[in-house]
């Protein structure tokens, strides 16, 4: 009976996620139609699969649910994830990063290694459910009314549950974003005092302004997002750079999203010591008024912003390097200062 049960549950959990992902396609179709062109479908192509997928989902899902066609569909959703993932793998290792939007709005974080993790253990789980209903092809029928039901209900509950998770999540991306268009002028006024932040670091634990700030050196943020080519392509110039300026300078990447996500794209551009922080959403680019990847802000070591924001991977470039002849023009003026002391 134990078994049973598992079969039976383990049909609901894959009939939900494709449930889910109806839902969310359905919902939302400009996201849709966006992630299918981002996918490489032919725009002539788009609005009929942006309307066939869904559905062809929604039928999956309802076939998990029944006995005589529980196998048929099991077999389906596993030709559909293989399919799903082996696009995701091509698209990596072209360096490009869509958004997977493969529950609407809801998902809108672009792709990467998480992405495949995800996408193989529901690939696992189709071949399980596959076997089990070809084994146990009766399943629900012989279970209790109660437990058969309480599984179904169990799954709902948990569907919903995430389904509002995302959308309060896409929800307060979209807040964050008509902030960052009503803030008025981007950045904040030189020499005004850099806000405080303490974000998610890639090794772990958590990084505030003040563990950035080291005595007589500035700081660079460069705010970027994985799925950028030009945050990429500037991502790698920086351990150039940092080599460079690491005496009076030193240089922190900030995302936004998954932590992990940005971990493997900070090892994949290969940024070396150069620091990877994740803003739970955008406090950081709100409280320094930076609306676009990638930019970049320059903090004085007196912790007060130094300069404009810079807009762009020409302009980060140029920053830097006016932070490198800053700190050349004050240090006589420090040697001079101690050689008068010891005088």
């Known amino acids: 009976m134990l078994i049973e049960y598992g079969v039976w549950g383990s049909r609901l959990v894959l009939a939900g996620v494709f449930g889910l992902s109806t839902w969310g396609k359905l919902a939302d179709g400009p996201t849709t139609r966006k992630a299918l062109v981002d996918f490489g479908i032919g725009i002539r192509w788009v609005p009929a699969v942006a309307i066939g997928l869904p559905v062809t989902e929604g039928l999956v899902a309802a076939g998990l649910l029944l006995p005589w066609t529980a196998g048929i569909a099991g077999a389906i959703s596993a030709l559909l994830l293989a399919g799903f993932t082996t696009a995701i793998v091509r698209l990596l290792l072209r360096g490009e990063h869509p958004s997977c939007s493969c529950f609407g709005a809801a998902s809108s974080a672009p792709i990467g ?37 309480g599984l179904a209900l169990i799954v709902v509950l948990a569907v919903v549950l995430i389904w509002t998770l995302g959308q309060l999540g896409a929800l307060r991306r979209r807040v964050d974003e008509q902030t960052l268009s009503t803030l008025g002028a981007e950045g904040l006024p030189v020499g005004a005092v850099a806000p405080e932040f303490e ?145």
């Open 113 to 149: 290694p998480a992405t495949l993790v995800r996408n193989g253990l529901l690939l696992a789980l189709a071949a399980l459910v596959t076997v089990g209903a070809i084994r146990y092809p009766q399943v629900p029928a012989g279970l209790p009314v109660e437990a058969g039901g």
């Open 199 to 343: 974000l998610r670091a890639g090794e772990g634990g958590r990084i505030d302004l003040a563990a950035l700030l080291a005595p007589g050196k500035a700081v660079l943020l460069v705010f970027v997002h994985p799925g950028c080519e030009m945050c990429a392509a500037l991502a790698r110039e920086l351990p150039r750079w940092q080599s460079r300026v690491q005496e009076t300078l030193t240089i922190a990447l900030v995302g936004n999203g998954d932590l992990a996500e940005h971990v493997a794209w900070g090892r994949a551009q290969e940024v070396g010591d150069i620091p990877v922080l994740v803003q739970q959403g955008n406090e950081a680019a709100l409280r320094y008024r930076v609306r676009g990847t990638p930019s970049a802000v320059l903090i004085g070591a007196d912790g007060r912003i130094a300069g404009a924001v810079a807009r762009g991977a020409i302009a980060v470039r140029e920053l830097i390097t006016t932070a490198k002849t800053e700190s050349r023009r004050r240090s006589p003026r420090r040697d001079e200062f101690a050689s008068g002391t010891r005088r």
